[in-house]
């Protein structure tokens, strides 16, 4: 089969490789009708995220037909439409059964990027996302093995198109988590950090919930003015202000009830921080968190949906204490969300095919990639069909 595999950093070319087989009893095979880029997939192909090799699969947004299914696959049925989540789950762990499904203790054997050896169990295993989160192959490709298949992949109704629901793999949910975790409902202001396909999922799901004012910042008006249009967010750019300071000017000078890290350790961040990350004396800027720090307001929570790994020097934990601020971070438990999602777009409360910007078929998934990595003609989703 074709797939788009990693050989080293901005270096992926779409190969032909062994068609998967069956492994266990509960998995399937998959046949992709639709797959997607995701902003996550960007930190592999910049080579930021450790544990790749040469010859990995990559995309762990997907969906597709059952093709083949092992003898105890019970939730779904060869000719079944499913999509997938990127969080590999067992179902029945103690995490699991919390519903914390990207807590899963039994399909990682790693660790993650977990820096503390005193955390002795692992994460859920991802797909397509390094060997540091199991190594399992993804999406990008013709097939794919889905493990575990009775407790991820969803089946979707024929009144649905692809479009519709691809986004329930991963971007839907995560925006979902985030704004759930910042605690917005009716009537809540919020800050969303990162206008990138996470961000706008945030965006469309405080508005879908009732957030009375929604800030995005960003610095590509493309993607400032798309979010302004289609979810009526108040857009910040930070090239042209302090975003901190514009918000909390914005709510009577006392910050947002919520926000939302959407951009993680990839954030513009200062000379010193890009400095000290290329010496390993950094894991990450800080920038964006100590923006969402000093735009919250006293009691209010930071939702970090956006990929860290390692440690970051001045975090100002000293002002979380003093303003009393939540905050909830972490993968997203896609599992938990995926049913009432899925009922949101069936009932017309989320559309989230708009965002999509570029389709392409997989053998043109290396200029996809480039395009969304320089944000080329204004590049906000691509999709790939096999």
Do not use: W
Not at 68 to 92: H, L, N
Not at 263 to 269: C, D, I, Q
Not at 365 to 372: H, I, L, S, T
């Amino acid at each position: 089969m074709r797939a788009l595999v990693y050989h080293s950093a901005h270096d992926v070319k779409v190969d032909t490789v062994p068609d998967p087989i069956l492994q266990q009893p509960d998995d399937i095979i998959l046949k992709i009708t639709a797959t997607a880029i995701c902003g996550s997939d960007l930190h592999l192909y910049r080579g930021k995220v450790p544990g790749m090799k040469e010859g990995d699969i990559m995309g762990h947004e997907f969906m597709g037909e059952v093709v083949e299914a092992g003898p105890a696959v019970t939730k779904v049925a060869v000719g079944d439409r499913v999509v997938v989540p990127f969080v590999i789950a067992c179902g029945s762990c103690f995490f699991c059964d919390m519903d914390l499904y990207s807590a899963c203790e039994t399909t990682n054997p790693d660790r993650g990027t977990i820096m503390n050896k005193k955390s002795l169990k692992s994460g859920a295993a991802l797909f397509g996302f390094s060997h540091m989160y199991g190594g399992v192959p993804g999406g990008q490709a013709e097939y794919v093995r889905v493990p575990n298949a009775n407790v991820g992949p969803i089946k979707i109704p024929d009144t649905l198109e692809d479009e519709q629901v691809l986004f329930l793999s991963d971007i839907l949910p995560t925006g979902y988590q985030a704004v759930l975790n910042a605690g917005i409902g009716q009537g809540s202001s919020v800050a969303i950090f990162g206008a990138g396909p996470v961000g706008q999922m945030a965006a469309a799901s405080a508005k879908m919930l009732g957030a009375e004012k929604i800030f995005m910042v960003d610095h590509h008006p493309y993607r400032l003015e798309f979010a302004r249009q289609a979810y009526g967010v108040i857009p910040v750019n930070f090239d042209d202000v302090d975003p901190a300071e514009f918000i909390i000017e914005n709510t009577n000078s006392r910050g947002v009830d919520g926000v939302i890290d959407a951009v993680g350790f990839e954030a513009k961040g200062s000379g010193l921080e890009t400095t000290l990350t290329a010496l390993k004396l950094e894991g990450s800027s800080g920038k964006a968190l100590r923006q969402c720090i000093a735009a919250v307001r006293r009691g209010g929570m930071i939702s970090v949906p956006g990929l860290y790994a390692g440690f970051i020097h001045g975090f100002l934990f000293g002002d979380i204490f003093e303003k009393g601020i939540g905050v909830k971070a972490g993968q997203t438990h896609v599992q938990k969300f995926m049913p009432e999602l899925l009922t949101f777009i069936e009932e017309g409360k989320l559309s989230p095919e708009i965002i999509i910007s570029h389709r392409m078929p997989l053998a043109d998934a290396v200029e996809g990639y480039k395009m969304f990595d320089k944000k080329e003609d204004n590049c906000r989703k691509v999709v790939l069909r096999p």
